[in-house]
């Protein structure tokens, strides 16, 4: 089944305040976005899906948050001042700049169509520059973290000795990183401010290879488990000419976006390439003591990076469905139930004073469980089309029988069924529904 149109996600995510432009009251700033009430509770259901996976529910993976500005020499280290480059081409006749690497005709400009006029590609480097403190000066150059990676790589010794960790192991991260990206462009696909969920796992390097096809495959199983259709989804790997500086291998998890298939995820093995670079050059010695073997040795790293506000538009891509109900089209975002923004939203079927103050006793229930709306504007079948096109799992409406009869509806978003429930019963009813025991999701 063809997904929807990139337009009509944008327009779905702006119109029901999942994502702003940025500054949007002074024009806008090019590529930069705000997450609004919806999108940040995605966003953030997102995020927290990935860390329960990646850190809590395992053993052999702890946790850390790094500074975004760290000293320039991590990033001399690790390659990114000399390498993190793209090919910046520049039309001769509009003076656009483009990436070379993703011209799909290298004869004619895609901003202006003037064929054949392009400047020589010169190196462009993606890390953002500033200066630390009052006085801008060579001498105080920073740069803002193009990847979360180098936190943790800086931070192996601290967390291996604190956290007693034996390998294999992995120190997971997720936060802002940042890119001046020369094409950034399919809304929040590709932006020059977004967040990244990763994860450096490091193991002997006699193991490498195993891990790399685990995580590969647990991986690509993440985003399954979370509801996207495997139709929608696949595994590419690089060829030699697109690996990044560090990397001898990698995947990518690639979903099928209304443009074509792109980018998710990329699962590398970055071998001992980072941590032999920093104790290089800082003079620290980061390998690994073997007891057993009683020998030292860099560990390899096999690294999952995802990012997480691509990760949330893929799945609002995912979810978005349209379909007919006596003969009515409904808008249904048939988000999991981990990453639907609100969870129940409390419908009174009037705005009488005396159902309002049920409604306030039902929501009063809820709402130290759930994210849960109230929304007591227009018909109740307009309320229900509303949540179903964010997302909402179930519905529970209030009417003049709760006063004689203690109960509600319920109504679920995707069968729209409706089942009439105690509002003494409704928590373990709906905790039934929202929460799987085993992993925090929809009871199948
Ligand atoms: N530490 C490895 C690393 O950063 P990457 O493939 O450059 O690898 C990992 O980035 C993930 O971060 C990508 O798969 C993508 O989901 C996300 N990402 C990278 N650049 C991005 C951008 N400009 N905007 C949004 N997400 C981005």
Redesign the pocket.
Known sequence: MPGPGFDTIVNLAKKRGFVFQASEIYGGLRSAYDYGPLGVALLRNVKAAWWRSMVQLRDDVVGLDSAIIQSPQVWEASGHVSQFNDPLVECATCHARHRLDKLDDMDRCPTCGSSGTFTEARDFNLMFRTHMGPVAGDGNVVYLRP?T?QGIFTNFENVRRTSRRKLPFGIAQLGK?F?N?IT?GQFV????E?E?M?MEFFTHPDEADRWFDYWVAERREWYLELGMRAANLRLREHDAAEL?HYAVGTYDVEYRFPWGWD????I?NRTDFDLRCHSERSGRDLRYFDQVAGRRFYPYVI?P???A???AFAFLIDAYHEEVVRGMTRTVLRLDTRLAPIKVAVLPLSKKPRLLEVTERVASLLRPVWDIEVDVTQAIGRRYRRQDEVGTPYCVTVDFDTLDDGAVTVRDRDTMVQDRIGVDSLQGYLADRLADPQHGGRKK
């Open positions: 990847e990676a990183s890119r990206e950034p696909f590709r932006t020059r977004f990244q990763e990044a980018e998710l995820e990329g590398a690294e990076a995802a990012g506000t691509r990760a």
